[in-house]
């Protein structure tokens, strides 16, 4: 995946969590599976931000921005901010 492939999924679950944020507010869905479904999406989004972040950093310093795999939610949730 590329920096624009990954920019437009950013944007497409951009896009999703706010549809989703939206509809829970206004009552509209199940809020228990909803829930469930806009943590999985948060999940994924960081971990694509991280992605991205990280394969910026690999080609700003030379290196191949290829090289860079997604690392497992387990340890991009894991992160001290």
């Not at 706010?18 to 199940?30: F, M, P, Q, V, Y």
């Not at 999406?41 to 690999?58: G, I, S, V």
Request: glycine content about 6%; charged content about 35%; aromatic content about 4%.
């Amino acid at each position: 995946m590329d920096q624009q492939q990954i920019l437009a999924r950013i944007a497409e679950m951009v896009d999703a969590e706010k549809t989703l944020r939206e509809s829970l507010a206004s009552g509209a869905i199940d809020e228990a599976t909803e829930r469930a479904r806009l943590g999985v999406l948060e999940r994924e989004l960081d971990q694509c931000w991280d992605l991205l972040r990280r394969r910026r950093a690999k080609e700003e310093f030379g290196g191949d921005p290829d090289s860079v795999r997604a690392r497992p939610v387990a340890q991009v949730e894991g992160y001290q901010s």
